[in-house]
């Protein structure tokens, strides 16, 4: 199961205790105070974690807990802090306070450490009530509660091109075609069912962020085939390719289909940078003599599976970059 959307709860761990403690020494009859400072409570820590590409381990639980600080001790000894609990998520996480639907955080840089709920700070010890005029303070603090909140976190993946087409179209073979993902590709439709994201040598120090998402139909925004829902994937990437088959009857048309589609999701998607793709130029003999879309729109024809048009096709995506 693939888990773009969950809510958990959080709790921080609570304060420990100061405590009330005299010392007892042999001869000396009335020893000062030495009561100890309770420890911190725990922090509940979210940390990207590049290696992740779904929300699916966090949703195993719905609570997370961060320990408690133990109380002090006598002898002026502190009590522990308690440990942090942290919770890796994939950078293009958003974090939402859910009650009010607030953004808390959006973490989108690897190994962003962010703390959601601070734990509670330890009580101090009668130590520090010790005055002129009170030298056995019967005193001392219980430690500070930590904070508590519900959040939802919602995954919108971070890349720099988004591959858009019907099923079949050949989105997951060419994302492994000119990276190193592995994603699933088979003849049948919907083979992809959760984005996959690889990475694409343009030059030698340069590359760019692709995601495979999967195929749209018409009809989508209504629910059919796998919905639209997974379009908020590429709400975040700065050009979309839209692949069509070469062997289509109508690329007009079904480039037509693929803008509705998106524009039922998100007009905004349409101001986006995008290409035409046409893809599996080997399976026909005739060269494609398009060039450009009605709309103006750029086309470049590739076979993933015989290497063509692929070197072109990265050039033009990273042109199409906003630097
Ligand atoms: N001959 C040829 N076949 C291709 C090419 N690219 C993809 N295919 C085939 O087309 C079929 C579908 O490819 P996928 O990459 O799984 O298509 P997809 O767009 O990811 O499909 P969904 O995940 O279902 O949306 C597979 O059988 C591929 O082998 C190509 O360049 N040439
Ligand atoms: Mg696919």
Redesign the pocket.
């Known amino acids: 199961m693939f888990l773009d959307f969950i809510k958990i709860s959080v709790k921080a761990g609570r304060g420990g205790n100061g405590i009330i403690s005299f010392r007892r020494e042999k001869y000396v009859p009335k020893g000062g105070p030495d009561g100890g400072d309770g420890g911190r409570g725990g922090d509940v820590v979210l940390l990207t974690d590049a290696n992740l590409h779904t929300l699916q381990d966090v949703g195993h639980n719905r609570h997370y807990f961060a320990q408690s600080g133990e109380n002090g001790l006598g002898n002026n000894q502190h009590g522990k802090n308690g440990a942090d609990v942290v919770i890796r998520v994939p950078p293009g996480t958003i974090v939402r306070n859910a009650d009010s639907d607030e953004i808390i955080v959006d973490l989108v840089e690897n190994k962003q450490r962010f703390v959601i709920a601070k734990g509670g700070r330890g009580g101090r010890g009668n130590t520090h009530f010790k005055s002129p005029t009170n030298r056995t303070p019967r005193r001392s603090e219980p430690g500070e509660a930590g904070e508590g909140l519900e959040i939802a976190l919602e995954l919108k993946v971070l890349a720099d091109v988004g591959?858009v087409?019907?099923?079949?179209?050949?989105?997951?073979?060419?994302l492994?075609s000119v990276s190193a993902a592995r994603?699933?590709?088979?003849?049948?439709?919907?083979?992809?069912l959760t984005p996959n994201l690889g990475i694409v040598k343009v030059k030698d120090f340069t590359s760019l962020v692709m995601a495979?998402i999967?195929?749209l139909i018409e009809g989508a925004h209504e629910g059919k085939g796998l919905g639209i829902q997974f379009l908020k994937h590429i709400e975040r990437t700065k050009v979309l390719a839209f692949?069509i088959d070469v062997q289509s009857e109508n690329i007009e048309k079904d480039y037509g289909v693929l803008k509705k589609e998106l524009k039922n999701f998100n007009p905004e998607l349409l101001k986006r940078k995008r290409v035409v793709v046409l893809?599996?130029?080997?399976?026909t003999a005739k060269i494609p003599k398009k060039q450009i879309m009605r709309d103006g729109t750029k086309v470049i024809a590739?076979?993933?599976?015989?290497q063509q048009g692929l070197e072109k096709l990265v050039q033009t995506l990273w042109k199409m970059m906003p630097k």
Do not use: E, H
């Open positions: 591959l087409g019907f099923p079949n179209a050949g989105k997951s073979t060419l492994a994603p699933k590709i088979a003849n049948y439709p919907f083979t992809t495979d999967p195929g692949l893809t599996k130029l080997d399976t590739i076979s993933s599976v015989a």
